[in-house]
């Protein structure tokens, strides 16, 4: 091996600087490790000695396709979606990891994983401080914190398995790319053993085709070896088909054989410079670049130039749209941004507003939700700023979260006060429950259930726990009370149940149409219901009920209405007269009529005034005839109110 060949140094440990030494009419260019993906053979250069090709429209595909060079299958990549990592749940984002580990092959989802890796940890780190926070505000200690839950124990199992099976992957793949690497070497060693052959020059070409077939199918290598292994490949495939200059025709027909297939590549590559899906046209484009370096050889001196340059001006135009559009996806990030700076913004407010109940802590909570998934769903932002973006909304957040804690804190230190005050309560309650003294002890239970009324609320654990203790000793102690006081008067609940059925009698009778005897079978009804007897103070509504009962059937009889009016009003007197608070009720009545007595009377001087207008008026005039008529009547009136008076002024007697 001449020292000047270099071929040690294809494995990429050091530049690699060829120099053809094979009869040729031109020396070779030297060949050099680059990042820009092109193929230095074919590289000319400009009256300066500056590269015609832009350096940036390769690098990005350099980069890409040195990567895939490693795995054929790794341009799946490519075909993964990524999604908004930032706007999922911690649950979305196991989820998610889930789907990626199952549906793709563990070597395309490196870029998600790592992304939703981040976005997690992210999420628990803010979780996990705000129970920690709410740990120490209850008492704990600081160091004796520790918090975890379903979700983040799924995602760590997941991203466990992730790990292992991309460690096994790669600890394959060395193995494959390294002995890969060894077999593309020595395959080059061979081709550059064809120039010192001296055979047959069918048989040489023979050899050399099926050493380029050994080469496309010797699998892929590393990344970092890649540009000086192809660019070296590239040397010695040009130093021999130079060395073919003895057999023109086998050379002549592989260029022109390139030069057609570059042709379609070049096509393809124009009209994908008219493509609008700039990211799909670079994809693709990346196929192409990999076809032009990868599978095709050189061409004929003379087109090098001219067809890289337009396969480079295509592919600059691609690149330079690809830039654009990233420069918009930059605009609209910063819109996004404005958005989450204004989310931020009303967060802050509504921590910096201190509410004092728990329906405005309630509905302050709901707003910072909403507010919170609004941050969420807002987009990506620059990148620059979007960890510094994060940790400020972090921050607000956990300022809100510190007020809503301080509050509920005290809330609860209120509420614990307010557990001891009401099980003070129940103790008095169960202490007294099976007291026989109910003059003392009754007025004791109804203050200390008014008491209780009055404390705030509990803990919501211990709410119903001590409302049950309370109460069941409070109805413990009332009903014993009941009981003794209803067999003390049972005498009362007796008379209680004969008014009842008494009452049931008379909404059932039918009057005979003798007013004389119907009038004597309501007054023998009434002096029945008043022999009965008292009955309990909270059933006494039964006498209200009763006497209505009489009224409506001293209704239904066809007589004078005043003789009508009188009977009714004895019928009242005598319930007035059952009632222990008769005195007072007698004497609202007689107010009551006195005044009644005066508004007729007034009523009656009004109408005799009146007729005063009518003096030079005949008295058989229909108008002075009506007012005569109603002075008939309110003086009839007049005279049933003062024989009411007169019947009740004999009750006092």
Not at 259 to 286: G, T
Not at 561 to 576: P, R
Request: net charge negative; with cysteine.
């Amino acid at each position: 091996m001449s020292e000047n060949d270099n071929l040690q140094d294809a494995d990429g440990k050091k530049e690699v600087e060829l120099q053809n030494t094979a009869p040729q009419e031109e020396s070779t260019p030297q060949v050099e490790e680059h990042t820009d993906v092109k193929n230095e053979n074919e590289t000319t250069k400009a009256p300066n000695n500056e590269p015609k090709v832009d350096a940036d429209a390769h690098s990005e595909i350099e980069a890409s396709n040195a990567e895939d060079a490693e795995d054929d299958s790794n341009a799946e990549r490519h075909d993964v979606e990524e999604k908004d990592y930032h706007a999922m749940s911690m649950q979305d984002l196991a989820e998610e990891l889930n789907r990626l580990l199952k549906h793709h092959k563990i070597q395309t989802i490196s870029k998600q994983v790592n992304e939703i890796k981040a976005e997690f940890n992210a999420k628990f780190s803010e979780l996990l401080e705000e129970k920690k926070e709410e740990f120490i505000n209850d008492g704990g200690n600081e160091i004796d914190f520790y918090y975890t839950n379903d979700t983040k124990k799924l995602f760590n199992q997941l991203y466990k398995d992730y790990k292992q099976n991309i460690s096994a992957y790669y600890k394959e793949r060395e193995h494959n790319l390294k002995q890969n690497l060894e077999n593309r070497l020595a395959i080059i060693e061979e081709i550059k053993g064809l120039l010192s052959v001296e055979e047959n020059m069918g048989t040489t070409y023979k050899t050399f085709k099926e050493l380029q077939e050994k080469w496309r199918n010797a699998g892929p290598i590393p990344r970092d070896k890649y540009n000086n292994a192809w660019n070296t490949y590239h040397h010695h495939v040009e130093r021999f088909y130079d060395f073919l200059h003895l057999n023109n025709d086998l050379r002549d027909m592989d260029f022109k054989h390139n030069y057609d297939q570059k042709l379609k590549i070049i096509e393809r590559a124009e009209e994908l410079a008219k493509d609008d899906n700039v990211n799909r046209a670079f994809r693709e484009l990346q196929v192409l670049h990999k076809l032009w370096k990868e599978e095709l050889g050189p061409v004929a001196k003379e087109h090098r130039e001219d067809i890289w340059e337009r396969f480079s001006n295509a592919t600059k135009t691609i690149h330079d749209k690809r830039q654009a559009y990233y420069a918009d996806l930059d605009k609209a990030y910063e819109k996004n941004l404005e958005k989450k700076e204004e989310i931020i913004a009303k967060i802050q407010a509504i921590a910096d507003d201190k509410a004092n109940a728990h329906s405005a802590w309630q509905k302050k909570i709901k707003e910072v939700e909403a507010l919170r998934e609004a941050f969420f769903n807002a987009g990506k932002v620059p990148l620059k700023v979007n960890e510094a973006t994060w940790a400020k909304f972090k921050d607000t957040v956990r300022n809100f979260n510190r007020g809503k804690n301080k509050f509920y804190k005290d809330l609860k230190k209120d509420q614990y006060e307010n557990l001891q005050k009401k099980k003070e309560l129940i103790k008095i309650a169960e202490e007294n429950k099976d007291s026989d003294d109910f003059t003392v002890v009754t007025p004791l239970m109804k203050k200390i259930q008014n008491d209780w009324k009055k404390i705030g609320h509990v803990p919501r654990r211990d709410s119903d726990k001590i409302w049950k203790q309370f109460k069941n000793a409070c109805n413990h102690y009332f009903d014993r009370m009941h009981a003794q006081r209803k067999a003390e008067n049972q005498h009362l609940y007796d008379a209680f149940d004969k008014k009842v059925k008494l009452l049931d009698d008379l909404k059932a009778m039918e009057l005979s149409g003798d007013n004389k005897a119907d009038v004597e079978t309501l007054k023998t009804k009434i002096a029945e219901w008043k022999e009965v007897g008292y009955v309990p103070q909270n059933k006494r509504y039964i006498d209200g009920k009763f006497y209505k009962a009489i009224d409506d059937a001293f209704d239904k009889l066809k007589m004078e209405k005043s003789k009508l009016e009188m009977i009714k009003f004895e019928s009242k007197l005598e319930n007035l007269a059952n009632n222990d608070d008769d005195t007072r009720l007698l004497d609202n009545e007689q107010n009551f009529i006195r005044k009644k007595i005066g508004e007729v009377k007034s009523e009656i001087t009004q109408l005799e005034n009146n007729l005063q207008f009518f003096t030079n008026v005949d008295s058989d005039n229909p108008l002075v005839k009506d007012v005569h008529k109603n002075i008939a009547k309110h003086k009839k009136e007049l005279e049933t109110w003062k024989a009411k008076l007169s019947k009740l002024r004999g009750m006092y007697s």
